[in-house]
C-alpha cells in the first residue's frame, strides 16, 4: 500500500452541463457514449497541463495537479486546462451543444492512500479542497472556471479575473471567495505578472550584477555582447535580470523580451508570436480580420 503524505494540491472537479435533461431527449444508448466522450476529452486535456484523473463520477471528473508529480505552476496549469476543456467540450460531436462547469481550489491536503478495487480503486484525498473545487463547480455558470481564493493567489495577474465575492458553500465552514476566470491576461513578462505586489530586496548577487554591469559598459563602447544566464528553476535568474534593468532605467537602450511557457512547448515560436500581439495591441474580442489589420499596421511601420 502507498504511503499517505500532506501535499499542497489544486483540485478540479469538472462537470457535464445538463446531462439528465439531454438523456431524455436520447436514444439510451447515446447518453453513455456522450459521457464516454466527455470524460475521454477531459482526461486528454488535463493530461496535456499535466493533471491527473482521479476519479470519474459519471458526468464529473476529479482532477489533481501537483499529486502525483508536483509542478511550480500547478495552479496556473490547472486554469489553463479549464479554460482549454471548455473550448474541447463545445467541439464534441452530439446531437445537442455540450457544456461544462469547473471549479478549482489548492490547499493542503492529505494524499496517497489507495481506497476501493479493481476499476474503482483511487488515490484519496482527505481535506476540504476537494470540497471546495466541487462546490466552486456547483455555482459556475456553464462554460465557466471559477476558482477559489487559494488559487487566485498564486495566479498573480496571469489571467483576468471577474469578483464573484465570498460564496457560502454548502458544506464548508466559512464563505469562500470565489472567482470567475475569464480568459489568460495579455502581459509581456509571466516574472513580473507573478510578482504583481512587487519585488523583494536582491540579496546576495552583487558579483553577478556587476558582471552584467561591466558587459553593458563593453555594448556602449560599441563591443557587441552576448550573456548566458543559467540555473536551477527558482534560483532568481529573472530577478537578476529585472535588477538589471532597474540600474539601466535611465540610460538610453532597446529592450526586447521574450518568454518561453511550459504550457507552450509544443509551440517553438511562442515567445514571437505572443510578442508580435502585444506589440499590434491584440485584445480578446478581434475578429481575425481586424488582427490582420493591426498586424499589416505593426508591419508597415506606422
Known amino acids: 500500500m502507498d504511503r499517505a503524505e500532506r501535499r499542497q494540491v489544486t483540485v478540479m472537479f469538472s462537470d457535464l452541463v445538463g446531462s439528465t435533461a439531454l438523456s431524455a431527449r436520447m436514444d439510451p444508448e447515446d447518453p453513455r457514449e456522450v459521457v ?28 489533481y495537479f501537483g499529486y502525483p508529480q508536483a509542478h511550480e505552476d500547478d495552479a496556473e496549469r490547472a486554469v489553463r486546462a ?11 460531436k452530439s446531437s ?3 457544456q461544462t462547469r469547473i471549479g478549482i481550489a489548492t490547499g493542503l491536503v492529505v494524499v496517497g492512500d489507495l481506497i476501493g478495487s479493481g476499476a474503482a480503486q483511487e488515490q484519496a484525498v482527505v481535506g476540504e479542497t476537494p ?12 462554460n465557466t472556471v471559477v476558482i477559489a481564493e487559494s488559487t487566485r493567489k498564486l495566479l498573480g495577474n496571469l489571467f483576468d479575473l471577474q469578483d464573484l465575492s465570498a460564496q457560502d458553500l ?33 540579496v546576495g548577487r552583487e558579483e553577478e550584477l556587476e558582471l552584467l554591469l561591466r558587459r553593458w559598459l563593453k555594448v556602449k563602447a560599441g563591443e557587441g555582447q552576448v550573456v548566458l544566464l543559467s540555473g536551477d528553476a527558482g534560483i532568481g535568474k529573472s ?10 532605467a535611465a540610460e538610453p537602450h532597446t529592450r526586447l523580451r521574450y518568454f518561453c511557457s511550459p504550457q507552450h512547448s509544443d ?13 499590434a495591441g491584440f485584445v480578446h474580442d478581434d475578429t481575425p480580420q481586424a488582427k490582420l489589420d493591426k498586424l499589416n499596421a505593426v508591419l508597415a511601420g506606422r
Open 82 to 92: 479549464g479554460l482549454e476543456l471548455i473550448e474541447a467540450v463545445g467541439g464534441l
Open 267 to 279: 509551440s517553438a515560436l511562442h515567445p514571437i508570436i505572443s510578442h508580435m500581439e502585444r506589440a
Open 36 to 63: 464516454s466522450a466527455y470524460q475521454k476529452c477531459v482526461a486528454a486535456t488535463v493530461q496535456r497541463f499535466g493533471g491527473f484523473v482521479a476519479k470519474c463520477m459519471g458526468d464529473g471528473v476529479l482532477v
Open 96 to 98: 445537442a451543444p455540450l
Open 239 to 248: 530577478r537578476l535580470t529585472a535588477a538589471l534593468l532597474e540600474r539601466l
Open 170 to 202: 454548502k458544506g464548508i465552514g466559512s464563505p469562500v471567495r470565489a472567482w470567475a476566470v475569464l480568459r489568460p491576461a495579455s502581459i509581456e513578462s509571466r516574472f513580473e505578472a507573478l510578482h504583481a505586489s512587487g519585488l523583494t530586496e536582491l
Open 131 to 142: 470540497n471546495i473545487a466541487a462546490r466552486l463547480q456547483g455555482v459556475a455558470e456553464p
